[in-house]
């Protein structure tokens, strides 16, 4: 009796001095664990899941299941598997790549909104992005044929003037706006269909538009005289008329849309550059050649400048400010 | 306390809370969230209303780390100190609480539940680096403690058939330390 009762002595102080080491131990081992690298715990977590919750798919719920792939691929052989995986592997790399390159486009398109609306200089305006579409492509060669031939005049070598693009009256893109890319003017939309457009370019003969020549004489900048733009008879360029002898205008300078009232364009959007500037001896003009800045042919995304929509009333803040002190 | 009886208790516990509550399952979506009750806080309120507060502390540390190791989300080891702590706390403030009557244990699981689940969601949150979500955090904790709070009577009153294999004395019943 008297032995028992050591020995159970013993035993309970054993038993008190083992929970006295783990009361003071276990918050240390806590914080230890807490310090654990996340990757170390996910790790962890994944090898003692079939012990702690063996009844749960624990890759299912990390939407990992590799588990099921492989319960769903059946009794394969694994050269079937290794050819499933590099099968699976080229396509995630063709959509790596396509990913890459809708990407780069993304960010060009960015950069161009981004100093478009810095030229734009808080003018209150809609910027549309749209891409122009590629004229008809046919027997796979990489040749552009018209859809018109020599019964309607085109004759080999010249100059395409109308262009369209992907973009319409879903997207409120409205006749006569200015057609832009980052280094200027491409035209303006002429007709407006429900899901595309047709630009008009600047060297197309019909396109007429206020413009104003900027000049730069010994590293000064002046606006100059303004005149009209129109393209010119062939259409690989643009001419400017109306422009005073006695004006001084010279090969490099370069014309911009009017700040006149009177221009349906917003101002200062860059047209192009003299190249040529003729005075004949009897002119009361000078005739000008300008070599458009933005050409059609190397562009594919474009903008189209719209005035800001006027709000509904419904949204206005006055209609706002109504509501809320009521 | 009989160690290896709990472990098996709360391995069982477990397996339920696993496989039994789960969205789709048992688990009760309320404002796109499935509510799912916690079991082993509820074993471990359990231990702490009748058991010394030593033995709550190292049991509710295993406990919550049973419950870290369920989890996909979170720091190892904080569930475990949460755990601890909270338990520790609870053993040493039942005092004169009447433990065996149901809404005692409704409101204790209710708050002890609520304390620790919006703790480690904070806590979850400000390791991660993120600014805690407070309201939501609270919304979701008190849906689990509402659960786990509905639930903690029936197990209590099924743990207390076993309170002879569990080692718990009559005095310990009785005891209104």
């Given at each position: ?29 806590a ?29 299912e ?48 398109i960015?950069r ?29 060669q ?14 080999k ?45 600047t060297?197309?003969p ?47 300078d ?46 594919r ?26 | ?9 709360a ?6 809370e ?30 702490a ?22 989890g ?7 569930k ?60 979701i ?8 709070a ?22 310990a ?5």
């Amino acid at each position: 009796m008297v032995l028992m009762t050591r020995r159970s002595r013993r035993a309970a102080a054993h038993h008190g001095s083992w929970q006295r080491v783990l009361f003071a131990a276990l918050p240390f081992v806590a914080l230890g664990l807490l310090l654990m690298p996340q990757g170390a715990t996910d790790r962890l977590r994944l090898w003692v899941s079939p012990v702690f919750s063996p009844l749960q798919n624990r890759t299912e719920v990390a939407a990992l299941d590799i588990a099921d792939r492989m319960r769903r691929a059946g009794p394969t052989s694994p050269q079937a598997e290794a050819d499933a995986i590099r099968r699976d592997a080229a396509t995630l790399e063709n959509a790596l790549a396509e990913a890459t390159g809708l990407l780069n486009e993304k960010e060009q398109i960015i950069r161009d909104l981004g100093r478009l609306r810095a030229d734009l200089d808080g003018l209150p305006c809609r910027l549309t992005p749209a891409r122009l579409l590629a004229p008809e492509i046919a027997g796979g060669q990489a040749a552009a044929r018209l859809s018109e031939g020599a019964g309607k005049g085109v004759r080999k070598g010249g100059a395409v003037i109308l262009r369209r693009i992907d973009r319409g009256a879903r997207e409120a893109i409205e006749h006569g706006e200015p057609v832009l890319v980052a280094a200027g003017l491409v035209g303006v939309i002429d007709e407006v269909g429900p899901v595309t457009s047709t630009v008009r370019l600047t060297t197309d003969p019909r396109t007429s538009l206020m413009v104003q020549i900027i000049t730069r004489r010994d590293g000064q900048w002046r606006a100059g005289p303004e005149g009209v733009a129109r393209g010119s008879d062939d259409g690989t360029a643009v001419t400017v008329q109306g422009i005073s002898r006695t004006a001084d205008v010279a090969v490099g300078d370069f014309v911009v849309t009017s700040a006149s009232p009177e221009s349906p364009l917003p101002p200062y959007l860059i047209v192009g550059r003299v190249v040529q500037c003729d005075l004949k001896p009897a002119a009361l003009f000078h005739a000008l050649v300008v070599e458009p800045r933005a050409s059609a042919a190397d562009a594919r995304e474009v903008y189209v400048l719209a005035p800001e929509l006027p709000l509904p009333p419904s949204r206005t803040p006055a209609a706002a400010g109504n509501r809320s002190s009521r | 306390m009989r160690w290896l009886l709990v472990a098996i208790i709360a391995y069982v516990l477990l397996l339920i809370e696993t496989a039994v509550f789960l969205p789709g399952g048992l688990a009760v979506e309320v404002d796109a969230h499935p509510a799912q009750p916690d079991l082993l806080l509820a074993l471990g309120l359990f231990l702490a209303f009748f058991f010394p507060p030593r033995e709550v502390f190292i049991a509710g540390w295993f406990l919550g780390l049973a419950s870290d190791l369920v989890g996909i989300a979170g720091r190892l080891g904080l569930k475990a100190l949460l755990f601890c702590l909270g338990l520790y706390l609870v053993s040493h403030l039942r005092g004169n609480l009447p433990r065996q009557r149901a809404i005692v244990q409704f409101v204790a699981a209710l708050a002890i539940v609520f304390a620790v689940h919006l703790a480690g969601h904070l806590a979850t949150a400000a390791l991660g680096g993120a600014w805690p979500p407070v309201l939501r955090s609270a919304e979701i904790s008190f849906l689990d403690a509402l659960y786990t709070a509905v639930l903690a009577p029936y197990l209590v009153w099924m743990l207390l058939l076993l309170r002879s294999p569990l080692g718990l004395s009559a005095s310990a019943l009785s005891q209104r330390d």
